[in-house]
């Protein structure tokens, strides 16, 4: 991120909401679950993790401030520790690059994971049996979709 603001000052950069909720699942999830198949413990996680959504989907700061309140209010002081990551990890730091409200005003056309750059880089050729052509070299199926050449069996 460093990087971006260093090289092109006036860019607007955001934060792929993909790995900020792999993050808030590594770090949250083991205070809920701590044995997996206890079916209690995995419905207060889910809940848990569907404040974080509602957050993160707040449409304006009015909605945003409403469900920090209610994540506060609902869970310290109980899961004080994982509220706190919430809000200093990504909140405090990010909500500009991260929440809908904020995320929204600038033009991103929907795309707000890295995903689809990561599923590129996944097909050019993570495993052995795939060709080493870059993604220009891809076959294309009459659906549109890419299939990278598969090497001849020996």
């Not at 994982?82 to 409200?101: P, R």
Request: negative net charge.
């Amino acid at each position: 991120m460093n990087a971006v603001a260093h090289c092109f000052p006036g860019s607007i950069s955001l934060l792929c909401l993909w790995h900020a909720n792999k993050a808030v699942l590594a770090y949250c999830r083991p205070a809920f679950v701590r044995r997996e198949g206890d079916e209690q413990s995995i419905e207060k996680w889910t809940e848990f993790f569907g404040y974080w959504f509602a957050i993160v989907n707040s449409i304006d700061e009015e909605a945003y401030n409403r469900r920090l309140d209610e994540l506060e209010r609902r869970y310290v002081p109980e899961y004080v520790d994982e509220v706190s990551y919430i809000k200093q990890t990504w909140l405090d730091l990010y909500k500009e690059k991260l929440v809908k409200a904020w995320v929204d005003q600038h033009a991103h056309f929907g795309n707000n994971v890295t995903s689809r750059v990561e599923g590129i880089h996944a097909l050019e050729g993570a495993s052995q049996e795939l060709t080493t052509r870059p993604f220009h070299h891809m076959e294309w199926d009459q659906a549109g979709t890419a299939e990278p050449a598969r090497r001849p069996s020996r």
